[in-house]
Structures are given as C-alpha cells and as structure tokens.
C-alpha cells in the first residue's frame, strides 16, 4: 500500500477573472451620449459599477470618492444583485468530501466540476485530518489506523473486482466499475479536487455563512482563505470584511453588509 499524504490546508488556484472590453463600453457610452470612466483598473469593480450605473443611466453624474464610494454605497443599501456580474473561476484542492458535500449546497451562482472517483484511480493515498485531531497524538493515531484501514479496504476491493471482471474486454470500463464499486468503503476525509465558478455576491454569501464560528472548521479555514485573495483581487468589492479571532486558532469573518 501506498505510504497515506495528510493534508492540513487547502490551496485555491484563481485560473480566470474578468477583462473588460473598453470598446464596447465606450460604444455603449457614445451611442447613448454620455462620457465616464472607472477610476477602477479590476474589471470586477468595473463591471459591477457600470452594471449598477445601467440601472439608473447615471454615468454623467458619478458618486464622489469613485468606483470605491460607488461600491461601498451598494454594500451599505444592499443593491446586491449587481455583484453578480463579478466572476472568478477557482480551483480547490486539499479538501475533504466533507467539505465538498457542504461547499455544493451554494448553487445560487456557483457552478461545479468536481474529480471523480469513478474514473480517478483513488489508490493514491491523500486524506484531510480535521485540526482537533491532528492536535492531539492519540486521536492522530487513531483516525491513522482508520483511515489506512479504508484505505487498504479500497485498493483490495479495487483489484479484485477488476480481476473478476477480466472477462470485460473494455479497461476503462472495467477499471470505472471497479473503482465506483471500492469507493464505497472511502472515509469523508478523501482529499478531493473541485473547479469553482462564482460571482462575487455568492461568494460574500459563501463567506458569511461558512466563516462563521458555527460553520464546520475545515470550511471556515477555506473561507478565510477565499478571502485573502479576493480581498486582493478586488478589494472594493470585499474590504468590509472583518475577522473575529476564535478559541481553535481560525477566525471569523463578519461584515456589516450582511446578505447583500
């Protein structure tokens, strides 16, 4: 058997953001007469602000204080629905099932591609253990010796289903039946791989919810995770959050334009 990889922290990869096309907004603004620009260089502020000024046609008379004020003003009356046009594409990795199971309940403006373990040969050992464990030796130990032991279970149910259906003379189905039959036996704490698409009110939403100090640890870490980066992607858009230190080391995030 394989020697088991325990993972600890998640990584999120952002693959694509948004670009604006500054030739069609300024066609846009000429055939209908007005002249403005974003003092924003994120196309997700730029957007955001040109969708909301769409609303109401008030490009020829900005808010003072720019894309930042115009912002903070639809964070502070709620206008949400225009984040909506902001949109990120991210990649998770070094997460359980667990927090999978609890991430794919956000539709509402998030889309999913998830690793399958019908087709991806699981053998290859990666396990998230939760922190509580991981900080105390003998809970370590056990979840270890449980953790191997499913793991042992999978390859062994693995290769000799796929011996009994020798007589199936296509592989990649054979090896599909094999695995989606072994997987069953695969503790929550696999470690799994999930592409993300999310605009930006679902992703204030995600964080809300999931940094709370309620939400299961694991998810919270990812959530304060999310939020370095997109602090830094577009920190207009996200910069009101706060975080609130907690008792098991991670942290909550709160804001005072909840459920925008």
């Not at 846009?28 to 000024?53: N, Y």
Request: charged share 25%; glycine share 6%.
């Amino acid at each position: 058997m394989s020697e088991i990889r325990v993972i600890h922290e998640p990584s999120i990869y952002v693959l694509g953001r948004q670009t604006v096309s500054d030739a069609e907004l300024d066609r846009f603004l000429a055939d209908h007469g007005v002249s403005w620009q974003s003092d924003s260089e994120v196309a997700a502020e730029v957007l955001t602000e040109t969708a909301g000024r769409t609303c109401y046609m008030s490009f020829h008379k900005p808010r003072p204080g720019g894309n930042s004020a115009y912002i903070g003003h639809i964070l502070e009356v709620g206008h949400g629905s225009v984040l909506e046009h902001a949109v990120w594409n991210l990649l998770i990795t070094g997460v359980s099932r667990t927090l999978t199971h609890e991430l794919i309940r956000h539709r509402a403006g998030m889309g999913y591609s998830q690793l399958s373990q019908r087709y991806v040969d699981e053998s290859v050992a990666e396990y998230v253990e939760p922190g509580v464990v991981a900080d105390d030796p003998d809970l370590h130990a056990l979840w270890l010796e449980a953790v191997a032991q499913s793991h042992k279970a999978y390859v062994a149910l693995a290769e000799k289903l796929n011996a009994k259906m020798a007589s199936e003379p296509d592989k990649t189905a054979r090896r599909k039946l094999a695995r989606q039959a072994a997987r069953s036996v695969l503790p929550n704490a696999t470690e799994t791989k999930i592409f993300v698409t999310a605009n930006a009110r679902a992703l204030r939403h995600f964080m809300e919810q999931r940094g709370s100090r309620h939400a299961e640890p694991e998810i919270r870490l990812l959530a304060n995770k999310l939020l370095d980066i997109l602090v830094v992607e577009a920190p207009n858009l996200f910069s009101d959050y706060v975080r609130i230190p907690l008792l098991d080391g991670t942290f909550e995030i709160d804001t005072p334009h909840r459920k925008v």
